[in-house]
């Protein structure tokens, strides 16, 4: 079945690097959710759209991380400069609306060295 | 503010055994709650909803408004109920997860 999917599925770079994450929701889906799971945590909401609007950004690192969600369908995930502490599993998840059941992909892990 | 909390990082059970994670919330207005569950190697996934009031998998959870707690529960536990469980709750779309309970299911 076509689920939400996210690549590359692992990346190791050095602090001050940059790097991009990608995601495709399931088809028709309007929201879409970057989240950050920082292990041993739960995944923690970086930003969330609803087409190609932003509707929360509150907890995303403004002056290294930017996401874009061009067309209301892809999105990407930008970090730059990394730094060691955003070393987690970066998931996309999508919905149909807000409120209804979030399909998560299988994640990115960001190792920062 | 919003929170949710599982004060459980860890629930280890005998296979037949009951298991039950705890979840409490603190929200003003009337929240929508959940539970995801990530088995190994496997994408996290909901499992059940408050307001679908269904048995999944044989757990049921219940929403205590004057505990603000919504309990996972499950009679029996079987090893294959081992895996990364998280509760969450929604507010106006935005969807926030507590720290997560590990259980492991040993025969």
């Known amino acids: 079945e076509a689920g939400v999917a996210q690549s590359p599925r692992y990346k190791i770079i050095e602090k001050r690097q940059s790097v991009a994450f990608w995601c495709n929701p399931i088809s028709g889906h309007a929201t879409l959710y970057w989240y950050q799971q920082i292990l041993g945590q739960g995944p923690k909401l970086l930003i969330q759209?609803?087409?190609?609007?932003?509707?929360?950004d509150s907890q995303l690192p403004k002056d290294r991380f930017s996401a874009e969600r061009l067309k209301g369908v892809d999105s990407t995930l930008k970090i730059q400069p990394a730094k060691l502490e955003d070393s987690a599993v970066y998931l996309c998840?999508?919905?149909?609306?807000?409120?209804?059941?979030?399909?998560f992909g299988q994640g990115t892990r960001l190792t920062v060295v | 503010a919003q929170r949710v909390t599982q004060p459980e990082k860890l629930l280890s059970v005998f296979k037949g055994a009951p298991v039950e994670l705890k979840c409490n919330y603190s929200y003003s207005g009337s929240p929508e709650l959940f539970w995801y569950v990530q088995y190994s190697r496997q994408r996290l996934q909901l499992l059940l909803r408050?307001?679908s009031r269904e048995s999944i998998k044989g757990f049921t959870a219940d929403l205590n408004k004057g505990e603000t707690s919504f309990h996972l529960k499950k009679p029996f536990a079987q090893e294959e109920d081992s895996a990364m469980y998280y509760c969450a709750l929604t507010n106006w779309g935005k969807l926030q997860f507590g720290a997560g309970t590990q259980v492991v299911v040993t025969p």
């Open positions: 759209f609803q087409n190609n609007g932003v509707v929360d």
């Open positions: 408050h307001i």
């Open positions: 998840a999508s919905s149909l609306t807000g409120d209804t059941e979030a399909f």
